[in-house]
Structure formats: C-alpha cells, structure tokens
C-alpha cells in the first residue's frame, strides 16, 4: 500500500487533472461539486473534495460550492416516510443549480455510491422515489446533455463500494486497492498526468474522425447470444473524450473514458443484445439479461436476476423502451483489462462495447442542440428520464459498419478496434 | 458507554428534539443544517422525524474544513460571494411554515489564524443576503437549535483526552444537559418548563426600568423597555406550533433598550466568534453604545463585529441564569453559546428579538426602535455571570428589588 504521503501526492495529481483536463476550470468561474444521481456527494468523497477546491481556486474559481448528501438518508426515507410523500424534492436544488448553469459556472459530479444501498428494500417504493428524482431533476440532466457548460464526472473510492469490489479484504486494504484502481485508470499515477490525458485524447479523437468520415448507416454485431443491428441517424457525430460546451469552454465529461460515442436512430434497432456485465440500477444488480428490438423498441426483456426492475426501468417513459447512445471500447482497454467489475457506469462503460437505454446527447447529431423535442426525435434521437448504459462488448464481439449502399466493413474483430488510423 | 447504550440515548434525543424542541407536526418538511460530522445524530433525527410524519427530511451539510479552505485558497475579494441558492433554499421552506433544525457543533478554533477583516466581510456579506429572510420569516414556524459532540469541538473543550475519548465526554454532558439520560425525558422536559416559566411570569409581572450589575470588572446599568417581554423555554411560533427553540435551556430573557444601558462589564468566559476565540475582555457602554473594548485575545476580530453596522454595538438581549444552573454547576467551559450561555447570565450584543417586545412582531422597524428594539446583522451572545454576580432590578420610582445575588436567584416564588 502507499504511505499517506504518497496517497495523498495522487489524490493531489487527480484533482489537478480534474480541474485541468475534465472541467478545464476557467479563471472567474464558479464550481459546484455535487453528486448526479443522490444531489449530495457522499462523504468518503470529502478528501477528494478538498483537493479538487483547493485546485480550483488555484485556477481563479470564483466560487466552490459542494453539496453534500448522505445515501443512508435515502434509505430511512424508503423506509419510514409516508408512501404518498416520496415526491416530495426540495426545489431549490433545481433552482440553484440552474441559477449556476445559466451563470454559465461549472458542475463536477463526484461518485462514490454504494452499490447496494437498496438491496432488501420495496423496488415499488425505490422505483417510485427514482422517478420523482429524475423527473424533478430534468431542467439539469437536459442542461448537462447539451453541454450547456462545462462539467465532469469522476469518482471517489467509498467504504460500501470498495467492500462491494473487493468483498475479501478488510475496509482499508479494500478503499486504497479501489483508489489504486481510480488512479491508475485517470492516469493519475503518471509522472504528468496533464500530459497523458492530452495524448490519450488526442489518440481517441482520431478513432472518431475516422467513424465520423464514414457515415455509416448502420452497425452490425455479432457474438453470443447478440445478433443485432443498429441504425445511425443521419448527421450522427461521433464523439470521443473532449467536447465544446456552449459557454465556450472544451472540456472532458468523464475521467476515465476510453469510448467513441454517437446517438443510434431510435427508430432502427432489430434483433437481440445479450450483456456481458451485470447492470446496477437504482440500487439493485440486473444479471444475465438480454433484450429484443423490433423498429427500435425493445419488445422482449429477459434477465436472470432482478427482470422486474429491469422492466421497470424499461416501462419508465416512451425514451425508455428505446436507445440513446452506441459506444466503442476495446476489450483490451486499461479498464477491461483489470479483469473486474466496478458496480459503476463510470468504470465499467469503459471497459466494454455498450449502448444506453432512454436519452440521447443533443451533441452527438450536428445541431442537435437547436432542434426542438419534435424536430430531434423526428432527425432520429431519443427522449427520456432516463440514460442507462449496459455492456454488450467481450472478447467474441465483431462489429461491422453498414455503408448507405450496403456494403459492410469491418469496424471491431474480437473486441479490438479493426480500423487503421 | 457501550455502543449499544450510546445508539439508545442517541434515538431517544432524536426523539425529544423531534417531539419537544421541534415538535414537529404530521405533514410538515423538516430542514436540518449541521456538518458532516453531525450524521450519526441526523441519521437518528430523519428516522424520528418521518415516524412522527415528516414529508419530507431535507440536509444542508457544512464541510467546515471546506471553509476554512476557501479562507485559505481562494482569492480575497470573491470571500463577499453568496450563491443565490442559500436565499432559495430559506425560502421555500419558510414559504411552506415548514420546520427548521440547526445544529451547532462548529470547531471553536476553526478560523484561527485567518484575517477577522476576510472572516468579518464574509460574514457581513452572508448575513446582508439573508437579512430580508430573517426579517420577514422570523418565529414563522418551529425551529431548533442543537449539537452534537463533533471531534474538533470535543478535543477543545477537553483537551486532555484522546478524540474519542473527548467525544464520549462531551456527548454524556449533552446527554445530561438535555435531560436525555432521565426515565422520562418528557415529563422531565415539562416540569423544566414550568419552572423557568415562573421566573419569566414574575419578571413580566415586575416592569423593572433597569437592571443594575456588579461584579468584580462589571458596574453596568441595563435600561429595559417599557414594552420589555421576558421570554423563556417555550416560545409559540407563528404557525401556531409551540415549540423550545433551544436544547439546552435554562434561561429567561428579554432585550435591553438599545440607548440605555451604560457602565463597564466585563466578560467570565471567552467568546467563540466565527471561529475566532475572543478571551478576557471587557465593555464600556454609554447611552447604549460600546464606546471601549479591551480584550487580552481576539481584541481585533471583536471590533470587527462591532463595526459591522451601525447597531451592532450596542446590546440585543439580556439573559438571566442562575450559577447553579445543570450546565453551569458542571464547570466546563463549552467553547459553544448553545451550552455557555445556559451557564451563565450573559447579554447579546446586536439584534434584538421581535418577541422581546409586546406587539414587537407586527411593528416596523421604525416603531420597534422607538420602544428600545436593537436591529443589527450581528447577534453574538457573550457571559457575564459569575458566583460574584448581584443584580438589582428597579423600578420606575428608584426602588431597587434584589433579582439575583451572588449568581443566584434572588427572589422567592
């Protein structure tokens, strides 16, 4: 294990790289910190906060504000409240954070969720307050999905997760081997982190370029238990690490990453996906679970652990029985390779092929951003609360792109890219 | 205390802040302030309060070690900043009649070292953002205010013990303090009322023109308001909701007239403000205003509070309580006003309670001046008490009646 001192000399480099390269924090801007999917960071995250503000006021920020929130909170609620009472939001987190996004500041999601925290409880209850979240939060999520400013999510190792990952070891040797894991994979532990990320998204870039010059029109995979293919939206963009947000800052959205992204059409996806991870969602681990597509929707839902969330999930709005992401990643990548499973989006969407049930990203279709609801799910992009992703990638997966006349290339031969560039 | 102990008296002071601090009502939200270190404690108090019916239980965590970052990181001039939301949060839970739980456990010496001039400014802005609120909402529904044994408070106010061990030490004198660990808190919390009730009906019922105070350091005369109104434990708020805003509480008080009191006093206990400790100091007062502040420690950040505006040097309110009072009787000094201030008579310097003058709550300010009301951004309580203290109440013919001698109550009920 490293001494203090060197643990804290990462988290130090981490929270640079954070400022730097994810929110690429501008001198007069002001920053919230805060926790995408609980309102409030969980406390483990608090060493991390710190250096992320001290970082930050070092690059001029106006003004740090972070919101904290405890998840045992969440399940007292689900446990004692009034049943009519789980709909109940504090506007004024809404408010507050739009008073920041439209003042055009930054926002930095930090993840250290437990990914257990409502095993055992009443999924009718747990569904519920979920939908009350998402539909309370979608001024924000909207905000956040067209870039409307620059913004980040990393993650912070936590006593529940890290016992989740690592169940044999006791809490500290668990923490520290996931914060290993959390440094090693945002190149933290590199001499100059600042420098490795530029190169690593300079090299995903070109991947990019190359899908985007193409214009497929559709993909094809293929690998057990997965026959299926996905239609692209005309004016689909491929996207990779960086992005410009409207306040003109370019930024990179998740640390780690290591996947080129578009928006599928939602009207075209036909044939069955099977996963190759389990899903956490809401608290709950989905397992072994396939889906079938007719004209983009999903029509059948099959799992072996946890199929009623899963429907659930499914059933939450029309966006949800359809897709709104398609990404690439090696099998090979940095984070597929560690050969374990994180319980979290962030890590283990970039350690596997995946696509995302519910809502596309405005800025993965050229001027997205500027269509109404109608116009953008007329050009083929999808609407929803939600935004799940679930893996599909493995070392059997070949893909290939479909050219508007028919004609197929290969893009991915057993997990690994296929292309040249 | 084992842990199992502990857990059991933490549940039951959740039950009597839920039940007789707050006393919250079925259908009401609940927001609680407090630090991260508060958690075990707002764990317990969310789990009573949605048992008793609570919509909805809301957490506005402080990091404080994140305050004292900013302090130390972020450039000078953007300390005035104050994010819209700290307006919003107030006001849509004031707007509703909703209930409010603060928690007081901040580290005593958490701004040590850092500039009173940053540390007044920030204040100043803060409390310039929220005045409208505080003004319009003021006793609008039931509130709160109470602590926990946080690590840094604890090793400060026994600094010979490990953390841990400074932290039990400190949760048994709350636990005590606030009748936790009697059979039954509730019976014990009534008959508490009922006591300081009679001294606050007598005080109401005397119309004293001033209180005189002496005591080694202190010769002071506090001139009272006609209109004066001794509060106490229990107080009505404006929802309707009876409620005792403050665990602990042992005192009666009303406030002062904000251009009569004149004299020198000296404190007994040093002051923590804003994370500044202010020790061994004394005030001169003429025609209401502090006109000289001496002070052994802290004397600059304690003029800073003076000057923060036009009224914050004069007092606000004026607190009686006995020597002998539980906290005072257990001769710790607590480094916090929630428990220091039910040690001892103590005096406020700044604003003044509506609820301290008859009729003050629905008069402007202009007509709450006028009947001796202080209106100040600042409200910094501070303790005067000591076993050497005599108070004389008078009356409007010069009569003197003794209130308190030698720290103790004076009048027989």
Redesign the interface.
């Known amino acids: 294990m490293p001494t203090k001192e060197e643990h804290q000399e990462l988290l130090h480099k981490y929270a640079e790289a954070i400022v730097r390269v994810g929110l690429n924090l501008r001198a007069g801007q002001?920053l919230v910190i805060y926790n995408a999917i609980n309102r409030?960071i969980p406390?483990a995250g608090?060493p991390l906060?710190?250096e992320v503000?001290?970082a930050a006021?070092?690059a001029?920020?106006?003004?740090?504000?972070?919101i904290?929130?405890?998840e045992?909170?969440n399940r007292?609620?689900l446990?004692?409240?009034?049943v009519d009472?789980l709909d109940?939001?504090?506007?004024?987190?809404i408010?507050?954070?739009m008073?920041?996004i439209e003042n055009g500041d930054a926002l930095l999601s930090i993840s250290a969720n437990d990914p257990d925290i409502y095993n055992g409880l009443d999924s009718e209850r747990v569904v519920a307050l979920q939908k009350a979240n998402l539909e309370n939060y979608k001024p924000i999520s909207q905000n956040v999905s067209r870039n409307a400013i620059n913004w980040c999510v990393v993650a912070a190792a936590s006593p529940a997760w890290a016992a989740k990952m690592f169940p044999d070891l006791d809490q500290a040797q668990a923490e520290e081997k996931l914060w290993q894991a959390i440094f090693e994979t945002t190149r933290a532990v590199h001499p100059d982190p600042v420098a490795a990320w530029n190169e690593h998204i300079k090299n995903l870039r070109k991947r990019a370029d190359y899908l985007h010059a193409k214009k497929y029109s559709a993909l094809h995979y293929k690998a057990p238990g997965t026959d299926f293919t996905l239609g692209l939206p005309r004016g689909h963009k491929w996207m990779s690490a960086q992005a410009l947000a409207e306040n003109g800052v370019v930024f990179t959205a998740n640390m780690p990453t290591e996947e080129v992204f578009t928006l599928p059409d939602r009207h075209r996806a036909e044939g069955t996906v099977t996963a190759t991870f389990p899903l956490s969602y809401g608290g709950s681990l989905i397992e072994e679970f396939s889906l079938t597509f007719e004209n983009g929707r999903i029509v059948k839902v099959q799992a072996n652990k946890n199929e009623a969330i899963l429907q659930k999930l499914v059933d939450t709005d029309e966006g949800s029985t359809r897709l709104g992401e398609v990404a690439l990643v090696p099998a090979s990548s940095p984070i597929s390779k560690r050969g374990h499973l994180f319980y979290n989006t962030l890590f283990d969407e970039n350690a596997s092929c995946h696509l995302a049930i519910g809502r596309a990203y405005r800025f993965s279709l050229t001027g997205g951003e500027e269509l109404t609801e109608e116009e953008f799910i007329a050009a083929g992009g999808n609407v929803s609360l939600n935004h799940v992703d679930f893996m599909i990638g493995s070392p059997q997966m070949d893909i290939d792109g479909i050219l508007d006349d028919g004609r197929r290339e290969p893009v991915m031969r057993q997990g690994e890219w296929a292309i040249a560039v | 205390m084992t842990e199992q102990e502990f857990d059991q008296l933490l549940g039951k002071y959740a039950d009597v802040v839920v039940h007789i601090g707050l006393n919250l009502r079925k259908g009401q939200?609940l927001l609680i302030r407090g630090i991260?270190e508060d958690?075990p404690l707002?764990?317990k108090v969310?789990?009573s309060a949605?048992?008793a019916?609570?919509?909805?239980?809301?957490?506005a965590?402080?990091?404080e070690?994140?305050t004292r970052?900013?302090f130390e990181?972020?450039?000078p001039e953007?300390l005035t900043?104050v994010?819209?939301?700290i307006l919003?949060?107030f006001?849509?839970y004031y707007e509703r009649m909703d209930a409010e739980l603060a928690i007081a456990s901040t580290d005593p010496e958490l701004l040590s070292g850092i500039s009173p001039d940053l540390i007044t400014a920030n204040r100043k802005a803060l409390m310039q953002k929220l005045e409208p609120i505080r003004s319009k909402y003021e006793n609008s529904s039931n509130w709160c205010v109470i602590a926990t044994a946080s690590p840094a408070w604890a090793s400060k106010v026994f600094p010979d013990l490990s953390t841990e061990e400074a932290q039990e030490k400190l949760w048994e004198e709350i636990f005590a303090t606030c009748r936790i660990n009697t059979p039954d808190p509730v019976a014990a919390w009534t008959e508490h009322t009922q006591h300081l009730k009679k001294y606050r009906s007598y005080l109401n019922e005397q119309r004293f023109t001033a209180l005189h105070y002496l005591a080694p350091g202190t010769d002071l005369t506090i001139g009272l308001p006609e209109k004066q109104l001794w509060q106490g434990a229990e107080a009505e708020f404006k929802n309707g909701i009876i409620g005792i805003p403050n665990l602990p509480t042992e005192e009666v008080f009303t406030t002062p007239h904000k251009d009569r009191v004149n004299g020198t006093v000296r404190a007994t206990m040093p002051l923590n403000y804003s994370g500044v400790l202010i020790e061994d100091f004394s005030l001169t007062f003429e025609n209401g205003r502090a006109v000289k502040i001496i002070a052994e420690k802290g004397e600059e950040a304690l003029r800073k509070m003076i000057e923060m505006d036009e009224n914050a040097g004069r007092l606000g309110e004026v607190a009686l309580v006995p020597n002998s009072s539980p906290i005072g009787q257990r001769g710790i000094l607590f480094y916090n006003s929630l428990f220091d201030e039910n040690a001892a008579c103590h005096i406020a310097l700044g604003n003044s309670y509506r609820e301290t003058i008859i009729g003050g709550e629905e008069m402007t300010d202009e007509e709450f001046a006028a009947n001796g009301g202080n209106k100040s951004l600042v409200h910094t309580d501070f303790m005067i008490g000591s076993g050497s203290l005599d108070i004389d109440g008078i009356r409007s013919d010069g009569t003197r009646e003794p209130v308190m001698r030698a720290g103790e109550w004076a009048i027989q009920l």
């Open positions: 002001r409030g406390p608090r906060v710190h503000t001290k006021y070092a001029g920020a106006r003004y740090v504000e972070a904290w929130g405890d045992e909170m007292i609620r446990q004692h409240a009034p009472s109940e939001y504090p506007k004024f987190h408010s507050g954070l008073d920041m | 939200r991260l958690a707002i764990r969310t789990e949605y048992k019916g609570a919509l909805l239980v809301d957490v965590y402080t990091d070690r994140l970052i900013r990181h972020a450039s953007t900043e994010p819209n939301w919003t949060r006001e849509e």
